[in-house]
């Protein structure tokens, strides 16, 4: 059973920084492309970065491009969420999930973890 647990979520002011963590458990982590989402109130859950299984690429947002980066350790099972110049638009909760290569949706998804950004 795989399983994904968030951490690092908070409360923060305008343009200031938080990181996210994502460990996980029980599966091949090297082969998961691995992503970040976030369910705002009253919205969907939307996307927000991807790190490929690789290593080598990664994805993003537009509303993202700039303040957020994605990074894995695969070492530890984890993926990361470094977020920078926090706005009040980007307060959610936040997601990590994971998918198999061949996989046209994802398969794991962790509990998640609330970031509130205070204007």
């Known amino acids: 059973q795989v399983q994904l647990v968030e951490s690092g979520g908070g409360l923060v002011q305008a343009g200031g920084s938080l990181r996210l963590s994502c460990a996980t458990s029980?599966?091949?982590?090297?082969?998961?492309?691995m992503a970040w989402f976030r369910q705002a109130p009253g919205k969907e859950r939307a996307f927000v970065a991807l790190?490929?299984?690789?290593?080598?690429?990664?994805y993003y947002a537009d509303s993202v491009k700039g303040r957020f980066t994605i990074s894995r350790d695969n070492a530890k099972n984890s993926v990361y969420l470094q977020m920078n110049s926090l706005r009040s638009e980007d307060t959610a909760v936040y997601y990590c999930?994971?998918?198999?290569?061949?996989?046209?949706?994802?398969?794991?998804w962790g509990q998640g973890t609330q970031v509130t950004v205070s204007s």
């Open positions: 999930a994971a998918r198999k290569p061949t996989s046209s949706q994802y398969n794991y």
């Open positions: 029980g599966g091949n982590f090297n082969s998961y492309n």
């Open positions: 790190s490929h299984w690789s290593g080598h690429s990664t």
